[in-house]
């Protein structure tokens, strides 16, 4: 490429300082345009419903960089403005300064957003939701000694608030619509530790409940209506329902967007010249072989390293399995793989779930699709090899603590 090409990333968070990082690494020297709508520097979300939350952390602590390395590196920063028009025959964006830039090469990082839910009092001031540093502050001033608190949703981001909520002194009730907390992410031989563990440290969990109303008095909310008219009382609310992939800008320009932004393995778009990462890429997986799209901290990280690479004209492939993490009380866990409900046959656990330190397998006939470690460390790389070698395991050394997991 040459110097006087630019380069447009839209998205400021994670994944777009790491693009910008990578094309300075892999010898890009035109110029690099990072634009962002928060006013904040780029930083990473995990913080947010953990140690942020809790206090416990700086957001310096959590940026991707401090604001001399953008100088140093000839990152331009367009912090807090928003792009409101992407034209991809001309090549150029529009911004909600007034201004018009146009791009070279454009990568796509622009995220998720916070799902709402659509029933009464759902607007009113004390009910949050987490995507932003600011979301994040506004919950913790909400989380006095003795506050209650109402999550509804036990996903991820919901089962973090209340495990952090919990531990500064509020009383936490998790309202979830399933059977279980994480079900459809972990199935019910696991999600049920996720259950055990709240349970044990006071979380307060309501399943197979709906969400009525949010019922707000003089501008306060006062608690949640249910479905079966049950009122649970509340202070404040968190709604963590899921998040929404950013494809606005994506579908209004024409690109193929159908669960996220379609790109294939080197993350380019159907338009040659522009690119997606992170929550809004549903991308194509060598080693799957198919498409997915994963909302995780791993892909903001990683994928942008393969996104320069192909946006510099070069072959590049992102076949990284997926991984999360989480902490919560006294659990710390790491996924790696990819597990939709029905794909699997049985679940083989290796240690002891009573402790919660224990390994648990997803298998399809003897098959590992995926593994999850629970306060068990430094397992990574072996869980990964037995997942992408594709061949069968015996289950009974599997679940064999006394069979290491290389001679598998």
Same mark, same amino acid.
């Given at each position: 490429?040459?110097?006087?090409?630019?380069?447009?990333?839209?998205?400021?968070?994670?994944? *777009?300082?790491?693009? /910008?990082?990578?094309?300075?690494?892999?010898?890009?020297?035109?110029?690099?345009?990072?634009?962002?709508?928060?006013?904040?520097?780029?930083?990473?979300?995990? $913080?947010?419903?953990?140690?942020?939350?809790?206090?416990?952390?700086?957001?310096?602590?959590?940026?991707?960089?401090?604001?001399?390395?953008?100088?140093?590196?000839?990152?331009?920063?367009?912090?807090?403005?928003?792009?409101?028009?992407?034209?991809?025959?001309?090549?150029?964006?529009?911004?909600?300064?007034?201004?018009?830039?146009?791009?070279?090469?454009?990568?796509?990082?622009?995220?998720? #957003?916070? @799902?709402?839910?659509?029933?009464?009092?759902?607007?009113?001031?004390?009910?949050?939701?987490?995507?932003?540093?600011?979301?994040?502050?506004?919950?913790?001033?909400?989380?006095?000694?003795?506050?209650?608190?109402?999550?509804?949703?036990?996903?991820?981001?919901?089962?973090?608030? /209340?495990?952090?909520?919990?531990?500064? *002194?509020? #009383?936490?009730?998790?309202?979830?619509?399933?059977?279980?907390?994480?079900? @459809?992410?972990?199935?019910?031989?696991?999600?049920?530790?996720?259950?055990?563990?709240?349970?044990?440290? *006071?979380?307060?969990?309501?399943? #197979?409940?709906?969400?009525?109303? !949010?019922?707000?008095?003089?501008?306060?909310?006062?608690?949640?209506?249910?479905?079966?008219?049950?009122?649970?009382?509340?202070?404040? %609310?968190?709604?963590?329902?899921? /998040?929404?992939?950013?494809?606005?800008?994506? +579908? +209004?320009?024409?690109?193929?967007?159908?669960?996220?932004?379609?790109?294939?393995?080197?993350?380019?778009?159907?338009? $040659?010249?522009?690119?997606?990462?992170?929550? !809004?890429?549903?991308?194509?997986?060598?080693?799957?072989? @198919?498409?997915?799209? %994963?909302?995780?901290?791993?892909?903001?990280?990683?994928?942008?390293?393969?996104?320069?690479?192909?946006?510099?004209?070069?072959?590049?492939? &992102?076949? =990284?399995?997926? &991984?999360?993490?989480?902490?919560?009380?006294?659990?710390?866990?790491?996924?790696?793989?990819?597990?939709?409900?029905? =794909?699997?046959?049985?679940?083989?656990?290796?240690?002891?779930?009573?402790?919660?330190?224990?390994?648990?397998?997803?298998?399809? *006939?003897?098959?590992?699709?995926?593994?999850?470690? %629970?306060?068990?460390?430094?397992?990574?790389?072996?869980?990964?090899?037995?997942?992408?070698?594709?061949?069968?395991?015996?289950?009974?050394?599997?679940?064999?603590?006394?069979?290491?997991?290389?001679?598998?």
């Amino acid at each position: 490429m040459a110097a006087s090409d630019t380069f447009v990333i839209v998205g400021a968070g994670l994944a *777009g300082a790491k693009a /910008a990082e990578a094309l300075r690494e892999q010898g890009f020297d035109g110029r690099v345009v990072l634009v962002g709508a928060e006013v904040h520097l780029p930083y990473e979300r995990p $913080p947010l419903s953990k140690d942020y939350l809790a206090g416990n952390a700086e957001r310096s602590s959590f940026e991707v960089h401090d604001e001399a390395w953008y100088t140093d590196h000839a990152i331009e920063l367009r912090l807090g403005v928003e792009v409101l028009g992407l034209d991809t025959a001309a090549h150029e964006l529009q911004l909600s300064d007034g201004t018009e830039l146009s791009y070279t090469k454009l990568l796509l990082a622009t995220g998720s #957003s916070a @799902r709402k839910l659509p029933v009464p009092g759902a607007d009113a001031d004390a009910v949050h939701h987490l995507r932003t540093v600011g979301d994040s502050e506004r919950i913790k001033d909400a989380l006095t000694d003795g506050a209650r608190l109402v999550v509804i949703g036990a996903g991820w981001i919901g089962l973090e608030v /209340a495990a952090t909520a919990r531990q500064s *002194g509020a #009383s936490v009730t998790v309202l979830e619509t399933a059977e279980l907390p994480l079900l @459809r992410v972990l199935g019910p031989e696991v999600a049920a530790v996720f259950a055990d563990l709240h349970r044990e440290n *006071g979380v307060e969990l309501r399943f #197979s409940v709906g969400t009525e109303e !949010i019922i707000v008095a003089d501008g306060a909310v006062t608690g949640v209506k249910l479905a079966d008219g049950d009122v649970v009382p509340a202070d404040a %609310v968190l709604v963590a329902v899921g /998040a929404a992939p950013n494809t606005g800008l994506a +579908e +209004e320009a024409g690109l193929t967007v159908d669960n996220g932004v379609v790109v294939d393995a080197g993350l380019r778009s159907s338009d $040659p010249d522009v690119y997606a990462v992170g929550d !809004i890429a549903n991308a194509m997986h060598p080693l799957l072989g @198919r498409h997915i799209r %994963v909302e995780h901290w791993a892909n903001a990280l990683n994928q942008p390293a393969v996104a320069a690479t192909s946006m510099l004209g070069k072959d590049a492939a &992102y076949d =990284e399995l997926p &991984y999360f993490f989480t902490d919560q009380f006294d659990l710390g866990m790491e996924y790696l793989g990819l597990v939709d409900p029905g =794909e699997y046959d049985r679940v083989v656990f290796r240690g002891d779930t009573a402790t919660r330190e224990f390994i648990a397998f997803w298998l399809s *006939g003897n098959r590992i699709l995926a593994g999850m470690n %629970v306060n068990v460390w430094d397992v990574g790389d072996p869980i990964k090899a037995l997942i992408r070698s594709g061949k069968e395991v015996d289950p009974d050394r599997l679940a064999d603590t006394d069979v290491p997991l290389e001679q598998l």
